[in-house]
Nanobody
Framework: QVQLVESGGGLVQAGVSLRLSCAVS????????MGWFRQAPGKEREFVAVISWKGSSTAYADSVKGRFTISRDNAKNTVYLQMNSLKPEDTAVYYCGALRWGIATKSGRYDYWGQGTQVTVSS
């Protein structure tokens, strides 16, 4: 059974940092690209960042470029999202996803999803 479990969300003030984690089990983690998406109330799920299976390729949404960093530890079956200089507009439920081939910014390409972790940034 494949499981993706996000953690690290919370309520923070604007300008601070948070690190999200996504622990994966039930699949060969090192064979999957991993992505982070987010969904704010009343909005569609949007791409945030993605990292290739080896960690050699990454991509970011323009809205987070320079503030967020995605990384992975294949020995721990975990992907991270370091979020710096948080803004109120970063408030959303953050989801991690796994995709079998390559990297992708479209949610439909992902094979598995976690349940999400809430990030709330106050001004």
């Amino acid at each position: 059974q494949v499981q993706l479990v996000e953690s690290g969300g919370g309520l923070v003030q604007a300008g601070v940092s948070l690190r999200l984690s996504c622990a994966v089990s039930g699949l060969t983690f090192s064979s999957y690209g991993m992505g982070w998406f987010r969904q704010a109330p009343g909005k569609e799920r949007e791409f945030v960042a993605v990292i290739s299976w080896k960690g050699s390729s990454t991509a970011y949404a323009d809205s987070v470029k320079g503030r967020f960093t995605i990384s992975r530890d294949n020995a721990k079956n975990t992907v991270y999202l370091q979020m710096n200089s948080l803004k109120p507009e970063d408030t959303a439920v953050y989801y991690c996803g796994a995709l079998r081939w390559g990297i992708a910014t479209k949610s439909g390409r992902y094979d598995y999803w976690g349940q999400g972790t809430q990030v709330t940034v106050s001004s």
